[in-house]
């Protein structure tokens, strides 16, 4: 099932209700993964789910008890994202340096392109700051949730909640009532794969002199652009491989010029 490959996680959650309230939101629209980032800034998993389950997280989880002792606990976000083909950031603050910013019925429809045979990481900021830029830079895209100007700040389980709600009802509303989608989708390669490639185009970029020696504001500015890029609209194996192959050609010719 598509909802199946859909998770949501959580950086640095500091309230324990959120994440309850965050469990039982999820299993309302019908979805089961939740992941957490250092939440409480704990590092020790154990002292984690210790708390969890001895604080209102447990009572706000009431019905979805489950969802809140499966989750998954990481001690930061690469490891969270790994595996996973899209991640998408939810942000209510906009600027240059955060790549696309999609309305949230917008960010939807392209999560559900390929929700059935490719993982997707859905990211939540804390409670107070939201997601920082280095964070940001691991999204292929964000979604924003509009709200008033006099209150645009929604609290962490709402969010979660409006996110569930939405991705829940475009499914039903492309696929009917079940939770399976048929029609075939393409398979993306891993954002671990994806920071690979950037690792080689970034190499096969200042060998071709794009990215002039010592340019540190330049380089950064590139590759941020490359990686919202690349992110943002996945690749395929194929793909993956082909662009692989177009580094180490220009690496290969570079070098023999160099000779």
């Not at 999820?26 to 389950?53: A, Q, W, Y």
């Not at 976000?77 to 600027?95: E, Q, W």
């Not at 989608?181 to 970034?202: A, F, M, N, W």
């Not at 490359?226 to 395929?236: I, N, Q, S, V």
Request: net charge positive; proline share 3%.
């Amino acid at each position: 099932m598509w909802k199946d490959n859909i998770h949501f996680v959580l950086v640095e959650p500091k309230e324990p209700g959120n994440i309850g309230a965050s469990a039982r939101a999820i299993k309302n629209m019908g979805f089961s993964n939740l992941s957490l980032v250092r939440p409480f800034r704990e590092f020790d998993e154990k002292k984690v789910r210790h708390s969890l389950e001895n604080s209102e997280a447990r009572w706000l989880a009431r019905g979805a008890i489950d969802i809140l002792k499966n989750a998954k606990i990481y001690t930061n976000l690469h490891d969270a994202v790994s595996d996973k083909a899209l991640v998408v950031g939810t942000t209510r603050r906009t600027g240059k340096r955060r790549g696309v910013i999609l309305p949230v019925e917008d960010g939807i429809k392209r999560i559900m392109d390929l929700a059935n045979h490719n993982k997707v990481a859905i990211l939540f900021g804390r409670e107070d700051k939201g997601l920082f830029n280095e964070e940001i830079k691991e999204c292929g895209f964000l979604m924003t949730i509009r709200a008033s100007r006099k209150a645009p700040s929604l609290n962490l389980a709402q969010s979660v909640l409006i996110i569930a709600y939405e991705l829940d009802k475009t499914g039903r509303e492309r696929y009917g009532a079940g939770d399976s989608i048929e029609p075939p989708q393409l398979k993306l390669v891993s954002h671990t794969d994806i920071e690979g490639l950037l690792k080689r185009l970034k190499t096969a970029l200042k060998a071709l002199g794009y990215i002039p020696k010592g340019d540190r504001d330049l380089e950064r500015k590139i590759m941020d652009n490359m990686g919202f890029l690349l992110k943002r609209a996945g690749l395929t194996e194929w793909e993956l491989n082909m662009l692989h192959g177009i580094c180490t050609k220009i690496i290969d010719r570079s070098q023999g010029m160099l000779e």
